[in-house]
């Protein structure tokens, strides 16, 4: 378990991390997201000992990592894969770590096995592709068989097969009980790999939620409906009270409304549906509804910045006037 108490770092007069509170528990995977700058890797390093908060508290285990005996076996890191000896060999790179942290030397050649370096364990790192270094550090934080292991952008320069490889990894790690913590950009890696989200703006905490709840609060879900009596159908809804939004392509989108209900209201009028289909907005959409307003630094192209996914205006009645009229239907 890691937990952060009150976790603030500042830079002059540039506050990095604002007061954040929040705990990783073992058994999942946590994703750390936030835009650029937000704060993440700041964060990272604090956990780790390699920043003093400017206040507030990191607990490892219930522990600050200062006090952890031999740290490595306790909680494993990738953190900055270039952050290494090039004239090293992998092996000797990590035949260093083990022997300053009390681990034992056989557990060089099973974590380069586990990674796929076994191959090149005696080349030195410098020369190393993106993605094979990314390995090395991934090695460097398993070496001691941690129960707590922490990812800052796992996948940078990972190929297709590195990436699914990872992915798995972590996965893995997680369902053998292990806390598992990790940042990463790509959101539809995130979206595939992490049960939990804490999302940070602005050094600020945004959210602490499951994956699914998260997508749930920040994004629009709606049914899709498309027939070949439309107008037909558009009348039956309004006539349910039910709100409807004219999408492109001569498709109608209900929010909130379930696809049961929408299809036995078309089948009780007898009316053709060629589409009735549930939408749920990615992880991306979601992040980036939630963050518009602590993204730091925008591209601009012509002058306007990016937006967020356009929300819907608010839908009012469906619910309350499907049920009103159902129950006086049923005579309630
Ligand atoms: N050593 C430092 N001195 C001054 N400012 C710093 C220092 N380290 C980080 N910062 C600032 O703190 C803020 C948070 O940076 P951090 O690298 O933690 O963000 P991040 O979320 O990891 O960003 P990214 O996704 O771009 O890696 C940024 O505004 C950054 O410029």
């Not at 604002?18 to 936030?34: A, K, Q």
């Not at 056989?106 to 410098?126: H, N, P």
């Not at 190929?159 to 292990?178: Q, V």
């Amino acid at each position: 378990m890691i937990e952060l108490e009150g976790l603030t770092k500042r830079y002059g007069d540039k506050t990095a991390v604002d007061n954040l509170t929040f705990s990783v528990r073992p058994g999942i995977v946590t994703g750390f997201l936030g835009p650029n700058g937000a704060g993440k890797s700041t964060t990272m390093r604090m956990m780790l000992g390699l920043d003093n908060p400017t206040a507030g508290t990191v607990r490892i285990d219930g522990r600050q990592y200062a006090r952890l005996k031999d740290p490595l076996t306790f909680i494993g890191a990738l953190l900055d894969a270039k952050a290494m000896h090039g004239g090293r060999s992998a092996y000797n790179h990590l035949l260093c770590l083990a022997q300053s942290n009390g681990i034992p030397k056989s557990r060089v050649s099973e974590v380069l096995d586990t990674v796929g370096l076994t191959a090149v364990a005696k080349k030195k790192s410098k020369g190393f592709s993106l993605g094979m270094g990314q390995r090395l550090g991934i090695a460097g934080a398993l070496l001691g068989d941690p129960q707590i292991l922490m990812f800052d952008e796992p996948v940078n320069g990972l190929d297709p097969e590195g990436i699914h490889w990872i992915r798995n990894l972590m996965k893995s790690l997680a369902a053998a009980g292990r806390t598992v913590f990790v940042s990463s950009h790509l959101m539809s890696e995130m979206a595939l790999t992490a049960d939990h989200l804490v999302v940070i703006g602005q050094g600020r905490l945004l959210a602490d939620t499951s994956m699914a709840d998260f997508i749930r609060e920040n994004s629009r879900s709606f049914v899709r409906l498309r027939s070949p009596q439309r107008e037909r159908l558009l009348d039956v809804l309004h006539e349910n009270g039910v709100t409807v939004v004219e999408a492109g392509n001569g498709t109608l989108e209900v929010d909130g409304g379930s696809p049961e209900q929408l299809g036995e209201l078309a089948a009780s009028h007898q009316l053709v549906l060629h589409e009735l289909s549930p939408q749920q907005a990615s992880l991306e959409e979601a992040f980036m509804q939630l963050t518009a307003g602590s993204v730091e630094y925008h591209a601009h192209s012509g002058g306007t910045a990016p937006q967020p996914p356009s929300q819907q205006p608010q839908q009012q009645g469906w619910g309350a006037s499907w049920n009103r009229d159902k129950n006086q239907g049923k005579g309630a």
